[in-house]
């Protein structure tokens, strides 16, 4: 069903005080894409705080526009004597990457550093690059102290890097999946290849002056069944090596598509078929509460004798201890692994002596393409998060189209000053827990992401009440934290689907307001916008309609519907000096109850305000910040 606005129109507006709508062209041309990520932007000469982080989209961007960052070679670049983002590069990084970083930033490419050290080197940085070998803990974030904005990881496993506490502190992190996958399927199939033919072993025992040519008779590849546990990237280009090394490939992946599998001709099966079944294990998936130790006494128990396992995926994913037992009862023949639960494994770990193990140092990722790749992927990553961009490899904040991002950004825009609005509308800021959010669109119902929205209304409705930070990063978790129930509902308009939202209406129940014409019917603070001509507007507050631009500051006031009202208002405001942008009044019923919505360029001092309230027919007022 098509559902109009909720508010009626805007009628009996002054046209001496009522700004017209502004020129679709002049309109455009003022309006700047904001950053999605303002707070993760790094600002030359403004140190990113909890307290600066208060800037809106658009405050950010116009920030943007006048410190630019300086670039190599850049016709614009006036400001090379300003600072850069400091990039702390903490493991061996491929060099175009690195050249990458710095044509953007300050980079420290400081390797191997002590727990200590990189927790006094996060504390001057913007960013972190790291690879598997560092441990980004809670304790690092702490020791950030809100100042690093992004961690990129440069490659897939995200297992060193504690992504909870990252989301809780705001800090985005990026990885590298893509510039890898075929290096690591590559050594999984030499190693898979290495370990049925004994080449390790052999090797070591020639240089030991041997030559045993029966010890070392291996096993065939072709005709056996390797079953690829994980059928993501890797294990993917491993069963597509498999097929044509001639092995019947099986997979157990409970996330995999099933035409996926089927094209490749790889059937997928259940863990425990997959287990039973196979010759060779191949492992590709990644380490997750879900998957630690997920080969133990007990699935080892269900395999078939003799079989083989290689491991490139993560080390925690089998319990050690439990396959030295394996390897000892002939359960496992042979195992050829990349990683290990502890990197670097201890020198005697029974595992690693094992006569039956094959070992490499995490090699997956190195070859020379790999780590280019890898580099150039995660310095694009980072640099992009610290320009305010969404990246596309985000692993803890929702990743958006270029095109959707666009799109959506004057929306972006209106939903942060909504909830804002909304929030000043509740009596001491006090109380707000339940909060509905109402998008109107002609668009399909799949066809409106509502993430970043409803992050930038939390944004909004947070920010004014307490001192955390939100971004699109931690705005659920802040959301949650603070006990807020988002719920949003999405209704078909008959307006255009040129459009992604028609309208967003902010509603905060069970508190009490300070201005009573903010409530609606139902009882609710409630107020819509809308996008017109690329810029937010507020077009109802309560069941009056208004239309102004959301810019400035604002004034409401609810009065009698009486000729004259503008004019007073306006004489006070005019003889202090400050300057309205826009006017509007909506009314419910002629001559009844009306709402004025001024825009003000200045913030009127309490005086002004009081006099406003002392206008005779004037109910109630109050001022808003946007
Ligand atoms: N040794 C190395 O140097 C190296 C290099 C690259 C990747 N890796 C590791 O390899 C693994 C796979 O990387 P990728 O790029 O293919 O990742 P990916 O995300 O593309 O694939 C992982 C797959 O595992 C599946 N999965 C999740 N839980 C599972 C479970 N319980 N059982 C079976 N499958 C499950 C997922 O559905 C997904 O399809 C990761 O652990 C990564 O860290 C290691
Ligand atoms: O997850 C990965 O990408 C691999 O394990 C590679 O790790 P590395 O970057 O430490 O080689």
Redesign the pocket.
């Known amino acids: 069903m098509a559902i109009s606005s909720s508010c009626p129109t805007v009628k009996a507006v002054n046209s001496r005080w009522t700004s017209p709508s502004p020129s679709p062209v002049s309109k455009f041309a003022v309006f700047r894409r904001p950053s999605l990520l303002p707070e993760l932007r790094y600002t030359p000469n403004v140190r990113l705080t909890a307290t600066n982080a208060l800037r809106t989209a658009e405050q950010a961007t116009l920030a943007e526009e006048d410190h630019k960052f300086s670039t190599a070679g850049s016709d614009e670049d006036d400001s090379a004597l300003l600072p850069k983002p400091r990039i702390l590069v903490a493991e061996k990084l491929g060099e175009a990457g690195v050249n990458l970083l710095r044509e953007f930033g300050d980079v420290d490419c400081s390797y191997d550093l002590s727990p200590e050290d990189l927790k006094k080197k996060v504390a001057e940085s913007d960013a972190l690059i790291v690879r598997s070998g560092t441990k980004v803990t809670r304790e690092v974030f702490e020791a950030a102290k809100g100042r690093l904005k992004v961690v990129g990881r440069a ?3 995200i297992d060193n890097v504690d992504l909870q506490a990252a989301t809780e502190y705001g800090c985005l992190v990026v990885n590298a ?1 893509t510039a ?2 075929v ?2 399927a590559e ?1 999984g199939i030499a190693l898979l290849a290495g370990m049925a033919r004994n080449i390790a072993q052999a090797d070591a025992s020639i240089k030991a002056g041997k030559w045993e040519r029966s010890k070392y008779v291996g096993v065939s590849l072709v005709g056996k069944t390797l079953a690829v ?7 993917t280009e491993v069963a597509r090596r498999a097929k044509g090394l001639g092995m019947n490939v099986i997979s ?5 598509p099933a035409d996926r599998a089927r094209a490749l001709g790889v059937e997928l099966v259940s ?1 425990d078929k997959a287990i039973a079944t196979a010759d060779f294990i191949s492992l ?5 509460p ?2 630690k130790k ?1 080969f133990n006494d007990e699935t080892f128990s269900k395999m078939k004798k003799g079989v083989r396992l290689v491991n ?3 080390g925690g994913v089998i319990d050690e201890d439990a396959l030295v037992r394996a390897l000892d009862a002939g359960i496992v023949a042979q195992a050829a692994l ?2 290990f639960c502890v990197e670097p494994p201890s020198k005697d770990s029974k595992l690693i002596q094992h006569e039956n193990v094959t070992v490499t140092p ?5 070859t020379k393409e790999a780590q280019e790749g890898v580099a150039i992927e995660i310095a694009e990553a980072v640099s992009g998060a610290l320009r305010g961009e969404l990246s596309a490899t985000a692993v803890n904040a929702p990743m958006v189209s270029p095109e959707v991002l666009s799109e959506l950004a004057p929306y972006i825009v209106l939903a942060e000053k909504l909830g804002r609005l909304a929030v000043q509308l509740v009596s001491g800021g006090k109380g707000v827990q339940s909060i509905k959010v109402v998008y109107r669109s002609a668009r399909d119902r799949d066809d409106l992401d509502t993430r970043l929205l409803r992050a930038m209304i939390t944004k909004g409705i947070i920010e004014p009440i307490s001192d955390s930070f939100v971004n699109l990063v931690n705005a659920d978790f802040i959301a949650k934290q603070k006990g807020l129930r988002i719920s949003e509902e999405r209704m078909v308009v008959d307006s255009s689907p040129e459009y992604p939202v028609d309208s967003i209406q902010v509603q905060i129940s069970n508190v009490e307001s300070s201005f009573a014409g903010a409530v609606s019917d139902g009882g609710a603070i409630s107020i819509e916008g809308k996008v017109k001509y690329g810029v937010p507007h507020l077009t109802c507050v309560g069941s009056f309609g208004v239309d102004v631009s959301l810019e400035g500051n604002l004034i409401l006031c609810r009065q009698v519907d009486q000729p004259g009202m503008i004019g007073q208002v306006g004489n006070i405001l005019g003889e202090q000096n400050v300057n309205v942008s826009f006017m509007s009044v909506g009314r419910t019923v002629v001559r009844k109850q009306a709402i004025m919505a001024i825009g003000v360029d200045e913030e009127p001092d309490k005086k002004t305000l009081e006099r406003i309230g002392g206008v005779s027919a004037v109910e109630e007022f109050v001022f808003l910040k946007l």
Do not use: C, E, W
Request: hydrophobic share 40%.
């Open positions: 490659g897939v496993g999946p890898n996958t290096a690591a050594h546990m994980g059928f993501g990237k890797v294990g157990h992946d409970p996330y995999a863990f590709h998936m990644p380490l997750t879900a998957t997920v490139v995926a993560r990349d990683v995490h090699l997956g990722a190195s």
